[in-house]
Nanobody, 118 residues
Framework: QVQLVESGGGLVQPGGSLKLSCVVSGSVLRLYFALWSMAWYRQAPGKQRELVAHITNGANTNYADSVKGRFTISRDNAKNTVYLQMNTLKPEDTAVYYC????????WGQGTQVTVSS
């Protein structure tokens, strides 16, 4: 069974930075992870989950307009890990952040809380 474990969240002041990690594990994963388009999502209180960024198997990236120029998604296929570098954080970035495939095929993990506040 494939599992997602997100980490790296925390409390940060506006303008600060955080780097999130998502380790994808599972017995068959090593065969397929490099083929998947992976994504980061977030869900703020009272709002629906939204797509933040994704990275294809060819390492092409795409971002929501709200984070473009501030966030960077990357991947390390050897470690089955996806990263999200978040810079110039704003209070509106406060949310629980999740990773998954671009089509949300894997059971969702617990996510990691990011709180941007002074």
């Amino acid at each position: 069974q494939v599992q997602l474990v997100e980490s790296g969240g925390g409390l940060v002041q506006p303008g600060g930075s955080l780097k999130l990690s998502c380790v994808v594990s599972g017995s068959v994963l090593r065969l397929y992870f490099a083929l998947w388009s992976m994504a980061w999502y977030r869900q703020a209180p009272g709002k629906q989950r939204e797509l933040v960024a994704h990275i294809t198997n060819g390492a092409n990236t795409n971002y929501a307009d709200s984070v473009k120029g501030r966030f960077t998604i990357s991947r390390d296929n050897a470690k089955n890990t996806v990263y999200l570098q978040m810079n110039t954080l704003k209070p509106e970035d406060t949310a629980v952040y999740y990773c998954n495939t671009l089509t949300g095929d894997i059971n969702w993990g617990q996510g990691t809380q990011v709180t941007v506040s002074s």
